[in-house]
């Protein structure tokens, strides 16, 4: 059972630019999470998401932002116009269930740089 | 709010003497609890993870953690370590949507 898949692992872009960072699940979940984690600090909650459906996006920005889990194919993280301070790295991980208690499963992560 | 410390961003032992890594929570709740381990420039891996079942959890590579509500802490410890467990350690809670809270993380050290 592959785990999480996460391409690409690093990405570079420009100013102006715009950044997708795609995410499989493991094989029978359907519950995927974003988290961003800047230099030198732990993990922050971006986005929760299940099939077709954003749950829970408090944590991501209100703008140049989005995501999407469509009922095939990978979750993506979209990133428009980046700047400098979206460079991170951007981790996904997914669960086969939504409780308080279940275990998340983290993909090796996307690392953004924006020149 | 839901909250996680982590008290000391950066621990230095010898090789084969005892690990200790702290972690503080706060929540109006008894939230799960988790200790994930990042390597250098890789993802994320689960270390053990606490859901009232018990308050000693045993984990993955010969770590421990111990929950303790009067203190609402969720130390880390391993008996012994090895240069192999080099690495940054998150002390993270599941929060009451499913997201997970990080702590800001414990960089570990092991010195031969």
């Known amino acids: 059972n592959a785990g999480v898949m996460q391409n690409p692992r690093h990405l570079v872009r420009r100013r102006g630019q715009e950044a997708r960072l795609r995410c499989s699940p493991m094989?029978?979940?359907?519950?995927v999470y974003w988290y961003r984690q800047l230099p030198e600090e732990g993990l922050k909650f971006m986005v929760y998401l299940q099939k077709e459906n954003i749950i829970d996006e408090s944590g991501m920005p209100k703008e140049r932002f989005s995501a999407e889990f469509p009922k095939e194919g990978p979750s993506i993280l979209r990133i428009q116009q980046v700047v400098r301070g979206d460079s991170a790295a951007y981790f996904c991980a997914s669960s086969p269930r939504q409780t308080g208690t279940e275990t998340q499963y983290f993909g090796p992560g996307t690392r953004l740089l924006v020149l | 709010a839901q909250s996680v410390t982590q008290l000391d961003s950066h621990v230095s032992v010898s090789e084969g003497t005892p690990v200790l890594l702290r972690c503080n929570y706060s929540?109006?709740?008894?939230?799960?609890l988790f200790w994930y381990v990042q390597h250098p420039n890789k993802g994320l891996q689960l270390l053990l993870k606490?859901?009232?079942?018990?308050?000693l959890v045993k984990g993955i590579n010969g770590f421990e953690a111990e929950f303790k509500k009067s203190e609402t802490s969720f130390h880390l410890t391993k008996p012994s370590a090895h240069m192999s467990d080099a690495a940054e350690y998150f002390c993270v809670a599941g929060g009451s949507q499913g997201n997970l809270i990080f702590g800001k993380g414990t960089k570990l050290s092991v010195k031969p």
């Open positions: 094989k029978g979940h359907s519950h």
């Open positions: 929540s109006s709740y008894s939230p799960s």
């Open positions: 606490y859901t009232s079942a018990a308050t």
